[in-house]
């Protein structure tokens, strides 16, 4: 009970919005993303490896969630893809972007801690 109320409070406070993740052949792993960009204009490919995109959707270009899953179907439907889903972020996803965000310093900051 407590860790469901812990892991809701995560996911509150931190999650940016969902995942999406299509699965598709390898050759059209340009075309899928070009796709998703279009249909959803605020999201950021944050993995991509053979044939394996994975994505972050802000909240505001899931809502309403029906129209969110409707254009997902339509862009599964253009790239003839292999798998696809629209979730909420996991816990996992919510600790590799923060942690992915903590360990990307911008240049300017190394530069000054380097001298």
């Not at 598709?24 to 796709?35: R, W």
């Not at 394996?52 to 899931?62: G, K, N, S, T």
Request: with cysteine; proline share 3%.
């Amino acid at each position: 009970m407590v860790f469901n109320t812990c892991r809701q409070a995560l996911r509150s406070t931190l999650a940016r919005g969902y995942s999406l993740v299509l699965r598709v052949a390898t050759d059209t792993e340009a075309a899928a993303q070009a796709a998703v960009l279009a249909r959803f204009p605020s999201s950021k490919c944050v993995e991509q490896h053979q044939g394996y995109l994975r994505f972050e959707v802000a909240r505001l270009d899931c809502e309403p969630l029906s129209s969110a899953m409707g254009r997902l179907a339509d862009i599964a439907a253009a790239t003839t893809a292999l798998g696809a889903e629209l979730r909420e972020a996991s816990l996992q996803d919510i600790f590799l972007t923060t942690v992915g965000d903590a360990a990307e310093p911008d240049d300017a900051a190394m530069s000054e801690a380097w001298g």
